[in-house]
Protein backbone atom coordinates (compact mmCIF):
# COMPACT_ATOMS: atom_id res chain seq x y z
CA UNK A 1 0.00 0.00 0.00
CA UNK A 2 2.21 2.99 -1.10
CA UNK A 3 0.17 5.94 0.93
CA UNK A 4 -3.06 4.82 -0.84
CA UNK A 5 -6.58 3.84 0.07
CA UNK A 6 -8.18 1.47 -2.12
CA UNK A 7 -11.08 -1.02 -1.29
CA UNK A 8 -8.94 -3.39 0.67
CA UNK A 9 -6.39 -1.10 2.26
CA UNK A 10 -7.51 2.32 3.69
CA UNK A 11 -5.45 4.77 4.88
CA UNK A 12 -6.86 6.88 7.73
CA UNK A 13 -5.74 9.93 9.93
CA UNK A 14 -6.61 9.61 13.49
CA UNK A 15 -6.86 12.59 16.09
CA UNK A 16 -7.49 12.37 20.03
CA UNK A 17 -8.29 15.01 21.68
CA UNK A 18 -9.10 15.31 25.69
CA UNK A 19 -7.77 17.01 28.51
CA UNK A 20 -4.18 16.84 29.10
CA UNK A 21 -3.20 14.14 31.20
CA UNK A 22 -6.43 11.42 30.45
CA UNK A 23 -3.51 9.47 28.77
CA UNK A 24 -3.90 9.97 25.03
CA UNK A 25 -0.19 9.44 24.64
CA UNK A 26 -0.09 6.51 26.77
CA UNK A 27 -2.81 4.92 24.74
CA UNK A 28 -0.72 5.33 21.33
CA UNK A 29 2.29 3.81 22.61
CA UNK A 30 0.72 1.04 23.75
CA UNK A 31 -1.00 0.37 20.52
CA UNK A 32 1.76 1.19 18.48
CA UNK A 33 4.82 -0.05 20.61
CA UNK A 34 3.03 -2.14 23.16
CA UNK A 35 4.96 0.11 25.99
CA UNK A 36 3.70 2.00 28.89
CA UNK A 37 5.94 4.33 30.32
CA UNK A 38 4.41 5.98 33.90
CA UNK A 39 7.76 8.49 34.11
CA UNK A 40 7.74 9.49 30.19
CA UNK A 41 7.05 12.88 29.35
CA UNK A 42 6.85 11.76 25.27
CA UNK A 43 4.48 13.82 23.35
CA UNK A 44 4.63 12.81 19.73
CA UNK A 45 3.99 16.67 18.25
CA UNK A 46 3.96 17.57 15.42
CA UNK A 47 4.93 14.77 13.50
CA UNK A 48 2.70 11.16 13.85
CA UNK A 49 2.93 7.29 14.28
CA UNK A 50 1.72 5.19 12.16
CA UNK A 51 -0.15 1.43 12.84
CA UNK A 52 -1.55 -1.01 10.29
CA UNK A 53 -4.31 -3.48 11.44
CA UNK A 54 -5.63 -6.59 9.44
CA UNK A 55 -9.55 -7.35 9.49
CA UNK A 56 -10.89 -10.58 9.60
CA UNK A 57 -12.38 -9.94 5.75
CA UNK A 58 -8.30 -9.68 5.10
CA UNK A 59 -8.42 -5.96 4.86
CA UNK A 60 -6.23 -3.59 6.00
CA UNK A 61 -6.22 -0.26 7.74
CA UNK A 62 -3.37 1.34 8.47
CA UNK A 63 -4.05 4.49 11.00
CA UNK A 64 -1.87 7.83 10.77
CA UNK A 65 -2.22 9.19 14.71
CA UNK A 66 -1.65 12.72 15.42
CA UNK A 67 -1.19 13.13 19.04
CA UNK A 68 -1.12 16.57 20.03
CA UNK A 69 1.65 18.22 21.49
CA UNK A 70 -0.51 20.02 23.83
CA UNK A 71 -2.49 21.92 21.41
CA UNK A 72 -5.70 20.70 23.41
CA UNK A 73 -5.05 23.77 25.59
CA UNK A 74 -5.40 25.79 22.64
CA UNK A 75 -9.05 25.46 21.68
CA UNK A 76 -8.17 27.70 18.58
CA UNK A 77 -5.62 26.05 17.15
CA UNK A 78 -7.64 22.34 17.19
CA UNK A 79 -9.46 22.54 13.90
CA UNK A 80 -5.84 22.26 12.57
CA UNK A 81 -5.52 19.89 14.04
CA UNK A 82 -8.02 17.49 13.58
CA UNK A 83 -8.81 18.97 9.71
CA UNK A 84 -9.22 16.12 7.53
CA UNK A 85 -9.39 13.29 10.09
CA UNK A 86 -11.75 10.37 9.40
CA UNK A 87 -11.74 9.18 12.85
CA UNK A 88 -11.55 11.62 16.18
CA UNK A 89 -10.92 9.27 19.65
CA UNK A 90 -12.06 11.85 22.63
CA UNK A 91 -10.52 10.38 25.84
CA UNK A 92 -10.97 11.40 29.26
CA UNK A 93 -9.97 9.63 32.69
CA UNK A 94 -12.78 8.10 34.44
CA UNK A 95 -11.74 9.02 38.02
CA UNK A 96 -11.57 13.05 36.68
CA UNK A 97 -15.37 14.72 35.63
CA UNK A 98 -14.09 17.48 34.75
CA UNK A 99 -12.05 15.77 32.10
CA UNK A 100 -15.53 14.05 31.10
CA UNK A 101 -17.15 17.45 30.36
CA UNK A 102 -14.56 18.42 28.32
CA UNK A 103 -14.59 15.03 26.26
CA UNK A 104 -17.98 16.57 25.67
CA UNK A 105 -16.83 20.31 24.69
CA UNK A 106 -14.51 18.30 22.22
CA UNK A 107 -17.54 16.42 20.78
CA UNK A 108 -19.72 19.27 20.09
CA UNK A 109 -16.73 20.85 18.50
CA UNK A 110 -16.16 18.25 16.15
CA UNK A 111 -20.03 17.97 15.50
CA UNK A 112 -19.76 21.40 14.00
CA UNK A 113 -16.72 21.90 12.22
CA UNK A 114 -15.12 18.77 11.94
CA UNK A 115 -15.59 16.23 8.42
CA UNK A 116 -19.44 15.60 8.46
CA UNK A 117 -18.51 11.60 8.18
CA UNK A 118 -16.20 11.52 11.17
CA UNK A 119 -16.08 8.18 13.09
CA UNK A 120 -16.06 8.99 16.33
CA UNK A 121 -14.92 7.40 19.57
CA UNK A 122 -15.68 8.21 23.07
CA UNK A 123 -12.83 6.39 25.42
CA UNK A 124 -13.37 6.08 29.40
CA UNK A 125 -9.44 5.27 30.04
CA UNK A 126 -7.61 4.34 33.43
CA UNK A 127 -9.88 2.15 33.33
CA UNK A 128 -7.77 0.31 35.96
CA UNK A 129 -8.28 2.66 38.61
CA UNK A 130 -11.85 1.76 39.17
CA UNK A 131 -11.45 2.09 42.87
CA UNK A 132 -10.80 6.08 42.39
CA UNK A 133 -13.63 6.09 39.71
CA UNK A 134 -15.99 9.49 40.00
CA UNK A 135 -17.50 8.95 35.93
CA UNK A 136 -19.83 5.86 36.03
CA UNK A 137 -19.65 3.30 32.89
CA UNK A 138 -23.39 4.10 32.28
CA UNK A 139 -22.91 8.19 31.63
CA UNK A 140 -20.48 7.10 29.40
CA UNK A 141 -22.44 4.53 27.33
CA UNK A 142 -25.33 7.00 27.19
CA UNK A 143 -23.46 9.66 26.09
CA UNK A 144 -21.91 8.06 23.33
CA UNK A 145 -25.33 6.65 22.04
CA UNK A 146 -26.97 10.04 21.92
CA UNK A 147 -24.07 11.44 19.86
CA UNK A 148 -23.63 8.37 17.96
CA UNK A 149 -20.40 7.13 18.82
CA UNK A 150 -18.35 4.43 19.78
CA UNK A 151 -17.64 3.73 23.25
CA UNK A 152 -15.20 1.81 25.13
CA UNK A 153 -13.46 1.71 28.72
CA UNK A 154 -9.79 1.62 28.36
CA UNK A 155 -5.98 1.15 30.33
CA UNK A 156 -3.15 2.15 28.76
CA UNK A 157 -1.42 0.74 31.87
CA UNK A 158 -2.98 -3.17 31.16
CA UNK A 159 -3.15 -2.41 27.56
CA UNK A 160 -7.04 -3.71 28.87
CA UNK A 161 -9.42 -2.51 25.45
CA UNK A 162 -6.64 -0.79 23.58
CA UNK A 163 -6.00 -2.93 20.48
CA UNK A 164 -10.37 -3.44 20.53
CA UNK A 165 -10.47 0.19 20.50
CA UNK A 166 -8.56 0.15 17.36
CA UNK A 167 -10.31 -2.83 15.71
CA UNK A 168 -14.00 -1.36 16.21
CA UNK A 169 -12.81 1.92 15.01
CA UNK A 170 -11.60 0.22 11.73
CA UNK A 171 -14.97 -2.45 11.46
CA UNK A 172 -17.02 1.31 11.48
CA UNK A 173 -15.15 3.28 8.76
CA UNK A 174 -16.85 3.82 5.45
CA UNK A 175 -15.79 1.77 2.59
CA UNK A 176 -14.58 3.41 -0.74
CA UNK A 177 -16.16 1.66 -3.57
CA UNK A 178 -14.38 -1.03 -5.46
P1 LIG B 1 -2.04 13.05 27.67
O1 LIG B 1 -1.69 14.40 28.20
O2 LIG B 1 -3.51 12.90 27.45
O3 LIG B 1 -1.24 12.65 26.46
O4 LIG B 1 -1.70 12.01 28.84
P2 LIG B 1 -0.42 11.06 29.00
O5 LIG B 1 -0.48 9.93 28.02
O6 LIG B 1 0.82 11.89 28.98
O7 LIG B 1 -0.67 10.44 30.45
C1 LIG B 1 -0.83 11.30 31.57
C2 LIG B 1 -0.55 10.54 32.85
O8 LIG B 1 -1.52 9.51 33.05
C3 LIG B 1 0.81 9.84 32.88
O9 LIG B 1 1.35 9.97 34.18
C4 LIG B 1 0.48 8.39 32.59
O10 LIG B 1 1.41 7.52 33.19
C5 LIG B 1 -0.90 8.24 33.21
N1 LIG B 1 -1.73 7.25 32.51
C6 LIG B 1 -2.02 7.20 31.19
N2 LIG B 1 -2.81 6.18 30.90
C7 LIG B 1 -3.07 5.54 32.07
C8 LIG B 1 -3.86 4.39 32.44
O11 LIG B 1 -4.52 3.74 31.63
N3 LIG B 1 -3.88 4.07 33.79
C9 LIG B 1 -3.18 4.77 34.72
N4 LIG B 1 -3.27 4.36 35.98
N5 LIG B 1 -2.44 5.85 34.40
C10 LIG B 1 -2.39 6.23 33.11
MG1 LIG C 1 0.14 13.73 25.35
Known sequence: NGGVSDAKNLRVKLVLLGDSGVGKSCIVLRFVRGQFDPTSKVTVGASFLSQTIALQDSTTVKFEIWDTAGQERYAALAPLYYRGAAVAVVVYDITSPESFAKAQYWVKELQKHGNPDIVMALVGNKADL?????????????????????????????????????????????????
Open 130 to 178: NEKREVPVQDGIDYAEKNGMFFIETSAKTADNINQLFEEIAKRLPRPAS
